[in-house]
Every structure is written in C-alpha cells, then in structure tokens.
C-alpha cells in the first residue's frame, strides 16, 4: 500500500469520527469502562504474584510460645535449630514488643487496645532457612520437631502461607480468564455497533464509491482504522486512568497506613503496550464482524 494512499484511508477515517464524535464518543468511553475493568484485575493479578514471588524467596518461620519463655528454654530451641542446616535465627519478639508492634500498625487507631485486660498476643522466635532446592521437606520436618516441644504453642512457616495463595491465585486466574473473555466480548458488541451506525450514516456515499468503481477493500480500510483507533482511544484513556488511581492509592497507603512493604507496582512497560495492542486489535476485529455484515469478503 502506498504510503499516500494509506494517509488518504486515516484522513477519511479521522473525518468520519470527527462528523460522528457524539456515537464514537459514547462508544470509546463504554469501552474504556471495560477496559478498565479488566486492566484493574490484572493489576491485582500481578501484584498479588509479585508479593507471592517476593514472600517466597526467603523462606521463613515463625515459633510461637505458650506465655513468656524462660532465658534456658529459648537457648536450649536455639542450640536445637542450629543443629539443621542453614538456620539463621532473626530474633526474638517478646509479648510486649509484639503488642508494641501492633500499636504502630494501628496508629490512630491504637487506643482500641487500652481496653485489653492483658496482653493476648504470644512470644515468638523468628528464624530464615535457606534452601537448595523446592520441595525441600525440611521445614515440614522442624516445625514437626519443635511443636513437640511443651512450651511452643504452634509453628508456621512462610511456605505454608505460599502455597495458599497460589492455590487462590490460580482459582483467580481462572475467574480472570472468564472475565476477560466477557469484557472482550463486550468492547467487541460496542466497536461493532458503532462501526454498524456509521456506515448506516455514509450508506449513501458508500454505494456512490462502489458505483464509481470503488473496491470492496477501498471502502472497508478507512472502516477497519477507525475500529482500531476507537480500541487504541478506549484502551488508552482506561490504562491512563488506572495509572492516576494507581499514584493516588499510593499516596494515600504510604500517608496513612505505612504498607511500603507491600511494595505496589504498576503494570510493567511491556504489559501496558502488550494491553493497548489488545485493545486495538479488539477494535479492528469489531470493525471486521461489522464490515463482514454489508460487504462480500
């Protein structure tokens, strides 16, 4: 195709949207509704696969004990821990720094605790194994080990908690899939129908053109940009969106709650171009299905 051709097929069809900004402009922002919908959830998606990838680089446990533990029985698990290989024992949190942790958590809110009659919250021993391989069956076998011990009251390690979220995660994944395919469906009924009531508009210049020898293709290729400028417009506007949501919540997370060690990220340069090709490629299909219905392929 000529380059000065090509120019003439974007002019037409820049000119279409503009005589028809009222219905393409309905339809770039339905679209952009869905399109947001979608990215939000992968947005989630991601960051819940970042925090799990992140939690389970450095596989940790937790010891939690009955009451306070004596100096003698907390040396005695610490001399037990490290005859297993590579244990590092982090430290150690007595009930009061425990209960003095979750104040700041809370913040404001801290005074919620006053009312406590005592301190309900355990002792615990935090220790960081490092392992060679996955499946390693050796926290499986310690935490074993130590809940045998009397004054240990339960024993969990981070793995545990991994392997339960990606258990959900998986069970999301196949919810996003479902949903992706309905919201694909619906930018794709609201591409066809717009694309469907301009041509009804142009009908008269459309048999015109063919009657002047005009090809099928020569009439349907302004069509087929103007579909995917709609996508790309729609796909646009909901990852512009999403990105202001995006720095706002931030904002207000590090402000209010101090979560910056939930470490939120935004969708990776790769996976933001990988959407809004998505959404072009929704457009210039929604213009094919529509175009499929008037003229002979």
């Known amino acids: 195709m000529k380059i000065s051709l090509f120019r003439y097929f974007v002019r037409q069809a820049l000119a279409n949207i503009l005589d028809n900004r009222l219905v393409h402009l309905v339809g770039v922002g339905t679209m952009a509704i869905a399109f947001l919908i979608f990215d939000t959830f992968v947005l989630v998606f991601v960051n819940l696969n970042h925090w799990?990838?992140?939690?389970?680089?450095?596989?940790?446990?937790?010891?939690y004990f009955k009451g306070t533990p004596e100096k003698i029985v907390l040396e005695?698990?610490?001399?037990?821990?490290?005859?297993?290989?590579?244990?590092t024992i982090k430290r150690f949190i007595s009930k009061d720094d425990a209960m003095e942790t979750l104040r700041r958590q809370l913040g404001d809110k801290a005074g919620l605790l006053?009312?406590?009659?005592?301190?309900?919250?355990p002792a615990s021993l935090e220790i960081i194994l490092s392992r060679d391989k996955a499946?390693?069956?050796?926290?499986?076998?310690?935490?074993?080990?130590?809940?045998?011990?009397?004054?240990?009251?339960?024993?969990?390690?981070?793995?545990?908690?991994?392997?339960?979220?990606?258990?959900?995660?998986?069970?999301?994944?196949?919810?996003?899939?479902?949903?992706?395919?309905?919201?694909?469906?619906?930018?794709?009924?609201v591409i066809t129908n717009t694309i469907k009531l301009t041509i009804y508009s142009r009908k008269d210049e459309i048999e015109i053109l063919k009657l002047v020898g005009a090809t099928n293709r020569f009439v349907k290729i302004p069509f087929l940009i103007e579909g995917s400028i709609q996508g790309f417009l729609g796909g646009s506007i909901a990852l512009i969106i999403l990105f202001l949501v995006y720095i706002t919540a931030i904002t207000r997370v590090d402000l209010r709650f101090g979560f910056a060690s939930l470490d939120i990220i935004f969708l990776s340069p790769q996976f933001t171009l990988f959407l809004l090709l998505m959404s072009i490629i929704i457009g210039f299909i929604g213009s094919t299905v529509s175009l499929g219905r008037f003229f002979r392929i």
């Open 52 to 63: 799990t990838v992140e939690w389970g680089r450095p596989l940790t446990m937790s010891i």
């Open 76 to 87: 005695s698990i610490e001399k037990e821990l490290l005859h297993f290989p590579g244990v």
């Open 114 to 121: 006053d009312g406590l009659e005592e301190n309900p919250l």
């Open 135 to 189: 499946g390693d069956p050796l926290p499986y076998q310690m935490k074993r080990k130590l809940e045998r011990i009397e004054s240990v009251d339960e024993v969990h390690y981070s793995e545990e908690w991994i392997e339960r979220i990606q258990a959900i995660m998986e069970v999301i994944k196949l919810i996003g899939i479902v949903f992706g395919g309905l919201l694909f469906l619906a930018a794709l009924f």
